[in-house]
């Protein structure tokens, strides 16, 4: 198969990366930002296509990375140029954290051409993309998901099929809604345990064999009490991905009082400037002092 991406941002140029590792063509990658486009096609001896559909056109099966509902919409219905103008027998896998309805339109839009797509979220990190560990979440139909197994697995340490359109978004969903009220909450407890003039180091290592242990204790302790927040994961993302998991409550007239407040500190480190920051640096808004003094370190 020739293989296209749309999104060759942190994510997206390490899967690209990944798959020429693994001996696979690809032809041709695109993004708003064309610089990030005409790098990452010279490194990898490919097209950087200046229209979408000169990606459909060059390729079998196309990776979509892209930022939000909007962009995702965009990309496949925008007028005049999009990824389904002749795309017939074209595969699409849609890696994006979105909303789960517009998974459904673009598989609906995607069978109107006459192609497939498949939802494959990703819930894992820039390094685990470019070892091929990702963690992939993936929806619709299951044909569609068999057939591409393979070329998914090269990407993959773990997958789930969970099934129709629009589920594995739930899930990714979920996901990132529990690891950002964990990140706010390992936050809260350093901050304290700092103000209370206890060794940070030590409290880590008691956290991770307690019940205070989580995933995000792993990759994000140490960062938030040595002021390190290289982006890995943004804040900004966090906000939006909270607020995807909020609509979904929303609309069952469910209540969630800690997404709710995660994501206020989220929405507030954008406000702040502080949106590019990795996750983690929502430490910076908890740690007493350090606050006021947020420019100098982050």
């Known amino acids: 198969m020739n293989i296209g991406f749309v999104g060759v941002g942190r994510m997206g140029a390490n899967m690209a990366r990944r798959l020429k590792d693994c001996g696979r063509c690809v032809t041709a990658v695109y993004d708003t930002k064309r610089k990030a486009a005409t790098d990452l096609a010279a490194e990898l001896g490919c097209a950087a296509a200046q229209d979408l559909s000169e990606v459909t056109a060059e390729s079998d099966m196309i990776f979509t990375i892209v930022t939000d509902d909007n ?10 140029d999009n990824l389904l103008v002749n795309a017939r027998g074209k595969l699409f896998v849609n890696c994006a954290t979105i909303s789960p309805q517009v998974h459904v339109d673009v598989e609906n839009f995607a069978r109107q051409a006459g192609a497939e797509s498949l939802e494959a979220c990703m819930a894992s990190s820039i390094t685990e993309a470019r070892e091929g560990k990702l963690y992939l979440i993936c929806g619709g139909d299951e044909k569609t998901f068999r057939k591409i197994e393979p070329i998914l697995k090269e990407l993959a340490a773990q997958i789930r099929f969970v ?4 589920e ?4 990714k969903a979920l996901v990132n809604m529990v690891m950002n009220i964990n990140t706010a909450g390992l936050a809260e407890g350093l901050a304290l345990g700092a103000a209370l003039g206890l060794d940070l180091t030590m409290l880590r290592e008691v956290f991770c064999q307690t019940g205070a242990n989580s995933r995000v204790l792993e990759t994000d302790g140490e960062d938030m009490q040595n002021r390190e927040h ?6 900004a993302h966090a906000a939006k991905d909270s607020g995807i998991a909020l609509e979904l409550a929303r609309n069952l007239g469910l209540d969630l009082p800690l997404a709710r407040a995660t994501k206020e500190q989220y929405d507030r480190m954008i406000g702040e400037g502080l949106g590019e920051l990795d996750k983690s640096g929502i430490a910076e808004l908890t740690f007493k002092d350090r606050h006021k003094h947020s420019g100098d370190r982050v």
């Not at 099934?163 to 629009?166: D, H, N, V």
Request: glycine share 16%.
């Open 163 to 166: 099934g129709k359109a629009g």
């Open 71 to 80: 962009a995702m919409r965009q990309i496949f219905s925008g007028a005049g």
């Open 230 to 235: 290289s982006c890995f994961f943004s804040a």
């Open 168 to 171: 594995a978004a739930k899930v």
